[in-house]
């Protein structure tokens, strides 16, 4: 293992997902071997789900947790056969958290498909379709749109930033009355943008404490270890070692902010000036890119940017 301190991996969350994504890896024995597995445990065939679709199949929270860590730990797989180069850091963005904690070694990969296919379904029937919603907010201060939030939010009707992206991006969610407001409070302020998200639940809200307390009945009998590679966790943008308190943090996460400027601010503060996006998709290098601009950022989600990636990060 040849660990580099300026490396970080970085594993992508929902709305990474299209039909047909990761086709040019077909091929690859690795990738089939990690599908294979996956589908094992869900009981139907998730390669041939991914490559077929429809896309509102794969849109299901269910089915797109799965499926989004499976592409992330099969590229991470198809990386470690080609070099000995790993990461001193991991992070995942929300549902890509669970990527980072296999890919370090603290959950099993099948325990992770079983626990992300159960958190995407206790999300969903957390909170009735129609009563939750979320929304982006691009062009205010982060402190802007928490103080609007503060002001609209009651005890029974929840709003809150869940998703700090980058500077002057950031998502809010809660009931679905106060997001609609939040969001013309928002475009009142100055606000860019400020549009409905076409998600199914208000993820990363105190709505979603039924499902944290699902899962955490199901991450009490799993077995977490202690990590061999750095993660930068959500909810804290802090390491943790101790396995115990990394089960607290991924139930925490449930229902937490994600704080993913602080999380690539940490990366930086730690040396990393090196990202490689391991997964479907090129969200997180844009956004690595909005953060810190000294961030060489690279992506996996074809064959082409694999080798690219490998020549570029695996040969320094």
Known sequence: MNKQANLAFLFPGQGSQTVGMLSEYADNEIVKSTFTAASQVLGYDLWQLAQEGPQEKIN??????????????????????????VPSFVAGH????????????????????RLVQLRGRYMQEAVPQG????????GLDDNV?????ADIQTDSA????????????????????????????????????????????PFHTLMMKPAAEKLAEQISTTTFNTPQIGVVHNVTAGLESDAIKIKDIMIQQIYGAVRWVECVQFLVKNGVDTAVECGA???????????????????????????ATLESVATK
């Open 60 to 85: 299901q929270t269910e089915i797109t947790q799965p499926l989004l860590l499976t592409a992330s730990v099969a590229l991470w797989r198809v990386w470690q056969d080609k070099t000995d180069v």
């Open 158 to 201: 929840v709003v809150a930033p869940v998703n700090y992206n980058s500077p002057g991006q950031l998502v809010i969610a809660g009931a679905a009355g106060a997001v609609e407001k939040a969001i013309a409070a928002c475009k009142e302020a100055g606000a860019k943008r400020a549009l409905p998200l076409p998600v199914s639940a």
């Open 145 to 149: 749109v928490e103080d609007i939030c």
């Open 94 to 113: 929300s549902l890509g958290e669970w990527s980072a904690l296999v890919c370090a070694g603290v959950v099993a990969f099948e325990d992770a498909v």
């Open 281 to 307: 998709g090129k969200v997180l290098t844009g956004l690595s890119k909005r953060i810190d601009r000294s961030i060489n950022s690279y992506t996996t989600d074809s064959v082409d940017a694999l080798n």
């Open 131 to 138: 009563e939750g919603a979320m929304a982006a907010i691009i």
